[in-house]
């Protein structure tokens, strides 16, 4: 296999896996909104404006973990 065959398996199985996680999180954030603003439209306005909050909270502890496993390696 040629080089460039060769990495784009390795980007394919780095990105597999992470697409279907981002695809069943926003699926899972629109239900949740959907049944919260028929249930109780209030609670449906918490979980809209704490859904950004909590989009960055995890973005940011991904890249301090990905920082401790490079410090851990060394």
Do not use: H
Request: charged fraction near 15%; glycine fraction near 8%.
């Amino acid at each position: 296999m040629s080089p460039p065959l060769r990495n784009i398996d390795k980007i394919r199985d780095g990105i597999g896996g992470k697409i279907g996680l981002l695809l069943r999180g926003i699926s899972m954030y629109i239900t949740t909104f959907i049944v919260a603003f028929i249930i109780d439209w209030l609670t449906a306005f918490v979980i809209f404006a704490v859904g950004p909050l909590s989009c960055l909270t995890m973005s940011f502890m991904a890249r301090v973990i990905f920082r401790c496993y490079k410090w851990w390696e060394q």
